[in-house]
Nanobody, 123 residues
């Protein structure tokens, strides 16, 4: 029973910041690449960011580069997404995901999904 639980979502004004957390349990955390996806109502789920098992490599979708930062703490089995300079178009449910590599996550070959946390950015 692997579990991924997101937290940190909420309502923020444009230009503000939020930090999302994804706490895992019963997962060999340090063996997995971790990532974040998001989905707005009526739209398909899209890849946002991923980080390798060691934290040495990261990858971001173009729309969040320079604004979002993904990090991980293997000692805490937790991955984070720091979101700065938020825009209304960032509004979505954000999902934590675990997979074999950054490449597999980018292709949505995900082994484990979290339940999601809502992020709403107002103008």
């Amino acid at each position: 029973q692997v579990q991924l639980v997101e937290s940190g979502g909420g309502l923020v004004q444009a230009g503000g910041s939020l930090r999302l957390s994804c706490a895992t349990s019963r997962l060999t955390f340090s063996s997995y690449a971790m990532g974040w996806f998001r989905q707005a109502p009526g739209k398909e789920r899209e890849f946002v960011a991923a980080i390798s098992w060691s934290g040495a490599s990261t990858y971001y979708t173009d729309s969040v580069k320079g604004r979002f930062t993904i990090t991980r703490d293997n000692a805490k089995s937790t991955v984070y997404l720091q979101m700065n300079s938020l825009k209304p178009e960032d509004t979505a449910v954000y999902y934590c995901a675990g997979g074999a590599t950054i490449a597999t996550l980018r292709s949505a070959r995900v082994d484990y999904w979290g339940q999601g946390t809502q992020v709403t950015v107002s103008s």
